[in-house]
């Protein structure tokens, strides 16, 4: 990615909110997944609007969607062509996390990091995603601010669900990136293995060193860390 600050301003500034381009968008598997589905579809008129009625797990109305996350009316409206399109039920289900990742990175092997991902949207934990589950996970990893960024990533690292981070937790999950990303990993990660990268990481973050990162000390530390927050960016870069 660009360098997030380049004209060298004071840490107040730095992370701003990012522009909502399309192209941001795109760079995100699960909307890459979703829009093919649509485009391959073709357009359809009739459906411009919400169409609740074949689907048996509905989603709240569009407002209300509108409402509660970062996405346009006519955006909402596509992901969810999309959505019914590959998910008739109106529900995801953690093997199509699978195939969609196998798609997006072949040259690695993506079921690891897909099971974790899955459980991060599934936040009643019952195997399955909800259109709103999913949409409102998205509005945050692609137009959260910093913040609600980074408490979806404690979630996701928190595999658990505990409330605290171990360090056997973030190497699973920094692992699974690595073997998803196969040799394509970026050159910021590829010097270090993940036991390096999590080490160096943990020791950061585990500020009272009680063995385990509590949601604010995560949050304080890739906000304080550059190194870190580097890696958040590229995080963003495997959803």
């Known amino acids: 990615g660009k360098d997030p600050n380049p004209g060298g301003q004071p840490d107040g500034s730095k992370w701003q909110k990012p522009r909502l381009t399309r192209k941001s968008l795109m760079k ?14 073709g357009p359809d008129s009739s459906d411009s609007d919400l169409e609740l009625s074949m689907v048996r797990h509905q989603p709240e ?31 995801v289900d953690e093997e199509t996390f699978k195939t969609i990742y196998s798609q997006f990175f072949p040259q690695g092997d993506a079921t690891t990091y897909a099971h974790f991902l899955f ?16 949409v409102l996970g998205l509005s945050v990893l692609l ?38 990303m196969g040799r394509y990993t970026l050159p910021s990660v590829r ?12 020791q950061k973050m585990d500020r009272n060193r009680d063995g385990v990162v509590t949601i604010d000390e995560f949050i304080e530390t890739c906000q304080k860390d550059e190194n870190i927050m580097a890696s958040m960016q590229l995080f963003e870069n495997v959803i």
């Open 191 to 202: 010097d270090d293995s993940p036991y390096e990268h999590v080490e160096k990481f943990f």
């Open 28 to 41: 995100c598997c699960l909307v890459k997944w979703i829009i093919a589905s649509t485009t391959k579809q």
């Open 61 to 91: 109305g569009l407002e209300q969607l509108q409402a509660q996350t970062q996405f346009t009316r006519k955006e909402l409206q596509s992901l969810y062509r999309g959505f019914k399109n590959e998910c008739p039920s109106g529900l």
């Open 119 to 134: 459980n991060a949207f599934d936040l009643d934990r019952n195997g399955s995603i909800r259109f709103e589950d999913f």
């Open 143 to 180: 137009r959260g601010s910093v913040t609600e960024k980074l408490r979806w990533a404690f979630n996701l690292y928190d595999i658990n669900k505990d409330g605290y981070i171990t360090k056997e937790e973030m190497l699973a999950i920094m692992t699974s990136i690595y073997d998803m």
